[in-house]
């Protein structure tokens, strides 16, 4: 999902330039990181916060980042939940 949104907007962004229309690069990072999902308001925030804004390309990688570890977190909750769910099934007496 992540790299697809980023492959569209900057699909949008080429277009853009193809028509001869300008946008500084802070603006393009400003609008990349205000196309994302709102649970990306924290990790919006952090960036637009700093004295002065990454190169558009660092703020790629680190939304690429971000959207890994969210995605490697969650498979991590999911681990431990079908584990607890395995468990309880063999183990139906024993509590954890």
């Known amino acids: 999902m992540c790299a697809n949104h980023i492959r569209k907007f900057f699909?949008?962004?080429d277009k853009l330039q193809d028509?001869?229309?300008f946008i500084y690069e802070d603006l393009t990072s400003v609008m990349l990181l205000h196309s994302l999902p709102a649970n990306f308001e924290?990790?919006?925030?952090a960036i637009e916060s700093?004295?002065?804004l990454p190169k558009l390309d660092t703020i790629r990688?680190?939304?690429i980042d971000e959207w890994q570890s969210r995605a490697d977190q969650s498979l991590s909750k999911d681990d431990v939940a079908l584990i607890l769910f395995f468990h309880l099934r063999l183990c139906p007496t024993h509590l954890i």
Do not use: P, Y
Request: net charge negative.
């Open 42 to 45: 924290t990790f919006r925030v």
């Open 61 to 63: 990688i680190k939304i």
């Open 11 to 13: 699909d949008f962004i």
């Open 50 to 52: 700093r004295d002065e």
């Open 19 to 21: 028509l001869d229309i």
